[in-house]
Structures are given as C-alpha cells and as structure tokens.
Nanobody
Framework: VQLQASGGGLVQAGGSLRLSCAAS????????VAWFRQAPGKEREFVAA????????LYADSVKGRFTISRDNAKNTVYLQMNSLKPEDTAVYYC?????????????????WGQGTQVTVSS
C-alpha cells in the first residue's frame, strides 16, 4: 500500500488541524494505521493508532482528549483531528500501516510508511 500524508501547516496554539493519510493500491480498512511524529532533535514518538476493520484506537497520553483518529472507508483515508494544539505538538507527522493488524504503539510493527507532513504550532 502507498500512503500519502497531508494536512499539515502553521497554526496558533489552541487551534486545530486535520491530517489525512490517503491510501492507494490497497483497501486501507484492512490495515492498522498509526500516526507518529518526530520533532527536531528528538526521537520518533507514537501519537495514535486504529486497528484494522473496526479496530480499537490507541492514543499517546500527551494527546488523549485532544486528538482523534478516524477512518473514512469510502475515501480510503484515515484522519487525525488535532484540537487544542500546543507548541510541543510541533513535529513532522508520519502515517504508517500494517495489514490485518491490531493497533500498536510500536513503530516496528508497521511495514508501510508515508512521507511526513509538517505541523508547526506557534505560541
């Protein structure tokens, strides 16, 4: 599956963005999909994930209550709705996928990765 992440941008603290992870070549509902992020000088970290089919969702503690991961199967796309953004959310955000898998916090569980999309939150 090929993944295309989009929707990043510059937003003020407290604002919102919606990231999209669009798939081509395969049916994305057959894949667990996760979002990870990497800030300059920091390691990549897990943000959110949804298991394949009607799989369970997982969230990092730092984004619980602010971010929501969801699917639009008709559009073969997974979204990450980000509300109440903070400067510490600034990072490059990546989507990743793994076929017929439950959601997972661990990057090495995902075989397919999209390119990143930059999110910058100003204070």
């Amino acid at each position: 599956v090929q993944l295309q992440a989009s929707g990043g941008g510059l937003v003020q603290a407290g604002g919102s963005l919606r990231l999209s992870c669009a798939a081509s070549g395969r049916i994305l509902s057959n894949y667990a999909v996760a979002w990870f992020r990497q800030a300059p000088g920091k390691e990549r970290e897990f943000v959110a994930a949804v298991g394949w089919g009607k799989g369970t969702t997982l969230y990092a503690d730092s984004v619980k209550g602010r971010f929501t991961i969801s699917r639009d199967n008709a559009k073969n796309t997974v979204y990450l709705q980000m509300n109440s953004l903070k400067p510490e959310d600034t990072a490059v955000y990546y989507c990743a996928a793994q076929i017929y898998s439950a959601s997972s916090y661990y990057a090495d569980r995902y075989d397919y990765w999209g390119q990143g999309t930059q999110v910058t939150v100003s204070s």
